[in-house]
Every structure is written in structure tokens, then in C-alpha cells.
């Protein structure tokens, strides 16, 4: 069955510098999505992209995060300068052609010293 | 406010009875509803759906009840077993491309 996947599982990364969290969708998908989970609590959701631009995102999604589909299979999600309240879990969906179910991947566990 | 929520953080049953999880909507207008599982360090997995025209829905060992007149639902597990073990979420999307809302959790104990 397919699954999405991402990379790194865990990351460990000093205040100020910058992570990549990337992520391949299931191959057939359309709509991709980044939601975070801080340590405790619910999902919440970030950005979803679509035909190579972002369709909505929330107000955690600010300038010092950015989204990129580089090629036919990767999905990234960029923060430019780590502060100590973006360590979390960041979670990659995506979505097939008008269908709302979502299938998450296994994420990645970010770590901000 | 949220417009999903649980009622209940952790709720512990004895293996092999049934569970049932609620959840709480505010938005009369929701028309679709899923709900995930999520196991320690591990992504949340998508169980079964319910859209607004159903009252209920069966999966495998797994059922979910609609009651649109009090905005409420429910995920029924038969015969727990310890791999249901986990957070349970309810989660509503915004239509399209949004992104979903997810209600806090429940956390799901089974005790042998």
C-alpha cells in the first residue's frame, strides 16, 4: 500500500539556523499539506499546496517558513531561522483528486537547542 | 472557538471490551468528519469517515455514529485489543484544499 514518507525522522538544529523537513506524497496525489504537533498536544495544520502554490495556510505559517515541490516527488518544508518554540513533530499529507481523507506520513521529530 | 472537540483525555477499558470515543462539533453546517488514530511517535492514521447524510458507518471492529441534532459523534471500537492502544482524534476539514482541524485527543488505554 502506499505511503508517505519523510526525511529526517529526527532532527536536532541550533537556534537561529535553518532546517529542511522533506517529504514525498503518495505518487497519485495532488493536494500536500504540513501540520506540526508540538509535544502534548493536537495536530495543527500549517499549509497546503497545490498545482505549485500554496492554497491556504495558517497563522503559525509565517515569513520564516516556505514550502517547495522541487520536483515530481518531493514535498519540503523550509524554516529559515529555528526559534526554541518550532521544535515539534511536522507531519506531511496529501490528498488524491477531490477527496478530503488525508494520509499522513510518519513525520519528523524537530529539535530546536 | 474549536469546532471539534472530545470530551474525555484518556479513557481506559479492559481488553476485549468495547470502546466508544466522543466528539463534539459546533459548526451545524459540517458536512464530513474522520477520524485518526495516532500511536506513540508515529503519524496520524486514518481510521474511517462519516459524511452528513449517513448517521453511521461500519469499518472493520470499528463503527462511527453521526447525531447531527447534537452535533455529536462517536468512534465504537468492538473487542479491544492492545494495538488500539493510542490517541484517538476527531478531525473536520475546511472543504478543498484547507487543512484539517483536529480536536485535542484521546488517549485510549487498554488494560489486560
Known amino acids: 500500500e502506499p505511503e508517505v514518507t519523510q526525511t529526517p525522522s529526527h532532527q536536532v538544529t541550533q537556534m537561529g539556523q535553518e532546517v529542511i523537513l522533506r517529504c514525498v506524497p503518495i505518487?497519485?496525489?495532488?493536494?500536500f499539506y504540513w501540520y506540526r504537533q508540538i509535544l502534548g498536544q493536537k495536530v495543527e495544520f500549517l499549509v497546503s499546496f497545490y498545482n505549485n502554490e500554496i492554497s491556504e495556510k495558517s497563522e503559525i505559517f509565517d515569513d520564516q517558513f516556505s514550502v517547495e515541490r522541487p520536483d515530481g516527488s518531493n514535498f519540503t518544508l523550509k524554516i529559515r531561522s529555528t526559534k526554541l518554540e518550532d521544535s515539534a513533530m511536522y507531519f506531511c499529507?496529501?490528498?488524491?483528486?477531490?477527496?478530503?481523507?488525508?494520509?499522513f506520513g510518519p513525520g519528523t521529530r524537530l529539535l530546536v537547542l | 472557538g474549536e469546532s471539534v472537540g472530545l470530551h474525555l483525555p484518556t479513557l481506559s477499558v479492559q481488553e476485549g471490551d468495547n470502546s466508544i470515543i466522543n466528539c463534539a462539533y459546533s459548526n451545524s453546517a459540517s458536512d464530513y468528519f474522520i477520524w485518526y488514530k495516532q500511536e506513540s511517535g508515529k503519524g496520524p492514521q486514518f481510521i474511517i469517515d462519516i459524511r452528513s447524510n449517513m448517521d453511521k458507518r461500519q469499518g472493520q471492529r470499528v463503527t462511527v455514529l453521526l447525531n447531527k441534532t447534537v452535533k455529536h459523534l462517536s468512534l465504537q471500537i468492538a473487542a479491544t485489543q492492545p494495538g488500539d492502544s493510542a490517541v484517538y482524534f476527531c478531525?473536520?476539514?475546511?472543504?478543498?484544499?484547507?487543512?484539517?482541524?483536529f480536536g485535542k485527543g484521546t488517549h485510549l488505554i487498554i488494560q489486560p
Open positions: 478531525a473536520e476539514p475546511g472543504g478543498g484544499a484547507d487543512g484539517l482541524t
Open positions: 505518487s497519485n496525489h495532488l493536494y
Open positions: 499529507a496529501s490528498t488524491p483528486w477531490e477527496e478530503e481523507t488525508q494520509y
